[in-house]
């Protein structure tokens, strides 16, 4: 199973950022996705989360109303939509797949990709 997450880079506070996870290797229609977020000296943390069929999204109190999680099943990729970025939210993220997540955290995620860096500005 690979996950490669990409799209991360500089902005400015109050800026957005689209970031994408392209999955090979495993069924990604059956899979519930997640992006989860590290910043430096700090614990990998969740962010947002998308059931498999894409119906359900599921978001850390922190980047609700900002971030949006979405998927493709026809193109095996997931996405987080980023907007009103602020220098706390940088961190470098990460993309994870499991089935049937009953609940979002990162020691229920079978899979994990390598991260992409997310940098604000203020």
């Known amino acids: 199973v690979q996950l490669q997450a990409s799209g991360g880079g500089l902005v400015q506070a109050g800026g957005s950022l689209r970031l994408s996870c392209a999955a090979s290797g495993l069924t990604f229609s059956s899979y519930d996705m997640g992006w989860f977020r590290q910043a430096p000296g700090k614990e990998r943390e969740f962010v947002a989360g998308?059931?498999?069929?894409?119906?359900?999204?599921y978001y850390a109190d922190s980047v609700k109303g900002r971030f949006t999680a979405s998927r493709d099943n026809a193109k095996n990729t997931v996405y987080l939509q980023m907007s009103s970025l602020k220098p706390e939210d940088a961190a470098v993220y990460f993309c994870a797949a499991d089935r049937y997540v009953s609940r979002w955290s990162r020691e229920n995620m079978a899979y994990w990709g390598k991260g992409t860096l997310v940098t604000v500005s203020s």
């Open positions: 998308i059931s498999w069929r894409g119906g359900t999204t």
